[in-house]
């Protein structure tokens, strides 16, 4: 079974300050990474998504991390708000499927 | 704008019964996911469907059925409905994947099984 580990579980962060949720997946044919976000009460929704063959994404605040031979990819959250508080699930595209594997998902908090 | 529709937010339903979740999209789109969210489990996928009347079984099938008559519904069937069965339930829909697909999520059914 394809496997995305995700950490850490929660995160409390303090307004203005820096997020960083980490993703390791386990198998090598992944097509598309993206992450997806998802407020109370909502269904989780796209947030940004990255490519194996590129190495870092950035869209305002928000920046993924690839490193493919490490296997893990991250997502930052620069200058965090109270806003941002969901959380957030990791997902991988496995190559030749038409499903995503999506990771345990951590819960950010940020605070005032 | 893109709709994933679930019919009921909340649902509580008696150990036995057979459940009916009910979930329509509005884009067109051939893909169709039933995930199961539970706290520190993240997002597991019960069943999805690439194509009107065609399924596949995802990674915790047991105890679920899905029928897929129409393309733009897809619906999850509890066939006798166990307390273990208690959580939140996601639908979603997407194109099919070339490497890079979006998938749009609606904003879930949370069952209760007493």
């Known amino acids: 079974q394809q496997q995305v580990k995700q950490s850490p579980q929660s995160l409390i962060v303090q307004k203005g300050g820096i997020s960083i949720i980490n993703c390791a997946y386990e198998?090598?044919?992944?097509?598309?990474f993206p992450w997806y976000q998802q407020f109370p009460g909502k269904g989780p929704a796209l947030l940004i998504a990255?490519?194996?063959?590129?190495s870092e994404k950035k869209e305002g605040r928000f920046t993924i991390s690839f490193n493919k031979s490490a296997k893990q990819f991250s997502l930052h959250i620069m200058d965090s708000q109270p806003g941002d508080s969901a959380t957030y699930f990791c997902?991988?595209?496995?190559?030749?499927?038409?499903?995503?594997?999506f990771g345990t998902g951590t819960r950010l908090l940020v605070s005032p | 704008d893109v709709k994933v529709t679930q019919s009921s937010r909340y649902l509580v339903k008696r150990t036995g019964e057979k459940v009916f979740l009910e979930c329509v999209q509005d884009m067109d789109h051939e893909n169709m996911f039933w995930y199961r969210q539970d706290p520190g489990l993240g997002l597991r996928l019960i069943y999805f469907s690439y194509d009107v009347k065609m399924k596949e079984k995802g990674d915790i099938p047991e105890g679920y059925s899905v029928s897929r008559e129409k393309k733009e519904r897809f619906s999850l069937i509890l066939e006798s409905a166990s307390t273990n069965q208690t959580s939140m339930y996601l639908c979603a829909s997407s194109l099919p994947g070339a490497g890079i697909t979006e998938a749009f999520f609606g904003q879930g059914t949370r069952l209760t099984v007493v």
């Open positions: 997902a991988a595209f496995p190559r030749g499927f038409q499903k995503l594997v």
């Open positions: 990255i490519r194996p063959d590129v």
């Open positions: 198998n090598t044919a992944f097509d598309y």
